[in-house]
């Protein structure tokens, strides 16, 4: 066995000795869906805050999970999981919805792409909405879809309020920007902490967020299984 043979070896015994917990592999299970910030990850798992932030930093330093601050709440930090580091696992299943709802704050971006990258992958019903939704869908996200082929429709953004059949108990929402997240909190139990490519405005800013978007998608479609 050559030197990167063995590298790639030692590799995966540091991720599979920082998944060697029940805890630790939980939080994986967790941000495989969304990403989550410490409190979140807290209340869902049960776990004492420091005994968690003990259990993250172990997974952090294994090069499993990494966070990054909020571009909502400054004061706020997210989990996220780092793909390549366990992309033989898969994430706990999850009841099938009757519809999945993206939403960003003002609906022109990432909630718009996100929707047109999940009518490509799945048959489940998809929407998408702000909560302070613009006058328009922005250029940038209209040029990106064109660069993927994606269909992305001339629709007016939308509250998610106004949506047609407004959410209902059946709907799984996923936020796809900070903000958004930390106005709805357990609304949407989904969340994907995504950079919002308008602020950059260029194409690089919009490729990124379509890229992040379409992992996320993929990640998450094979996880809704139907009810038993």
Known sequence: MNAEQMAKVGRRVEV?????????????????????ASSE???????????LAHH??????????????????RRRSYWRLLPDAVASLSGPPLAMPGRVVFVCTANTAR?????????????????????????RIAPGARATARR???DLPDVTPRHLGDLDHAPRGDDLLVT?????????GS????????????TAGT???????????????????????PAS
């Open 16 to 36: 599979y000795a920082a998944l060697a917990d029940p805890t630790r592999l939980q939080v994986v299970d967790l941000l495989t869906v969304g990403d989550a």
């Open 41 to 51: 990850l807290s209340t869902r798992l049960g776990t004492p805050s420091n005994l």
């Open 56 to 73: 993250l930093g172990i997974l952090e330093l294994a090069g499993v999970i990494e966070r990054h601050r909020s571009e909502g709440d």
């Open 111 to 135: 909630s718009q792409l996100a929707a047109a990258l999940w009518r490509r992958a799945s048959a489940i019903p998809v929407a998408s909405a702000g909560t302070h939704p613009a006058d």
């Open 148 to 150: 993927h082929r994606l």
């Open 176 to 184: 796809v920007c900070d903000r958004a997240h930390e106005e709805l």
């Open 187 to 198: 609304v949407a139990p989904v969340h994907w902490s995504v950079p919002d490519p308008v």
């Open 203 to 225: 194409k690089a800013a919009f490729d990124r967020a379509h890229d992040e978007l379409a992992t996320r998608v993929h990640r998450l479609v094979p996880l809704l299984r």
